[in-house]
């Protein structure tokens, strides 16, 4: 609402561009997230953006200073748990941790403390602490039959923390629990579970490929070396073979 109409119009195309390609394209979404950065710097949601879409790309120093701008531009302490992530993500745990002890995170919301919650772990398994990670993510959030947005990565990781501890059993309750919560897919607790219970998949579709790769053509013996003999001899192609071949080439 800062922003003349025809500029503010503008900067909005871009940030719709941020948001519709940062989980696919990142890269593209990052390009769009500077192009708004240039027309609107002192836009506390276009910083916010810009960090975000930089975040996406491991750009974590330049994230974080776009999260800071944002933050003293508009007081929230809501972006408190990604920044002390970004802190990870330079390589500085000790520093994540340090944040998981402000009184900053007080005043997130439910959600906002358990993505400060899944940071704080995080930064312990940095450390190679992984009992203390465990304890970090346990909770009555952890336990709760009420399911919210967060309840799949917050189990995923207890899961996954609970496995690297060797508590395999314990792991594999989770990741089914991770699973009966993620309706929507956000987690692979479905193939970490299968992977667990000794299930391999494979690529049909790969396996019917590698089968007429190895099949000789039609009318041809393999030679001693495998390779086909080139003699010549009576060739019969069948329709269903002929539309193979169709498709094939097409």
Not at 138 to 159: C, D, I, M, N
Request: aromatic share 6%.
């Amino acid at each position: 609402m800062s922003l003349p109409k025809g500029l503010a119009e503008d900067v909005a195309r871009n940030l719709v561009m941020v948001a519709r390609l940062i989980d696919e394209e990142p890269e593209e979404a990052y390009a769009y997230s500077r192009i708004a950065l240039r027309l609107a710097s002192r836009v506390a949601a276009v910083r916010e953006a810009a960090g975000f879409a930089a975040y996406a790309t491991q750009k974590y120093a330049e994230a974080l200073a776009e999260f800071r701008a944002a933050r003293r531009m508009t007081g929230s302490v809501e972006l408190w748990p990604v920044m002390a992530d970004c802190e990870r993500g330079l390589g500085r745990p000790e520093k994540a941790l340090a944040m998981a002890g402000e009184p900053e995170v007080q005043k997130l919301d439910k959600a906002g403390q358990v993505e400060m919650r899944l940071v704080t772990a995080g930064a312990r398994r940095d450390l190679g602490q992984i009992d203390a990670a465990i304890v970090t993510l346990q909770g009555p959030e952890l336990g709760s039959s009420s399911v919210q947005p967060w309840t799949p990565r917050l189990r995923y990781a207890y899961a996954d923390a609970l496995l690297a501890a060797g508590r395999e059993d314990e792991a594999r309750e989770w990741f089914g629990k991770t699973v009966e919560a993620d309706k929507d897919g956000v987690t692979d607790a479905s193939d970490r579970l299968a992977e667990l219970d000794g299930v391999e998949f494979t690529d049909a579709l790969a396996d019917e490929d590698d089968d007429r790769d190895g099949e000789s053509p039609a009318g041809e013996t393999p030679g001693e070396d495998g390779r086909a003999d080139d003699s010549p001899g009576p060739v019969h192609v069948d329709a269903e073979l002929r539309d193979g071949d169709a498709d094939r080439d097409a």
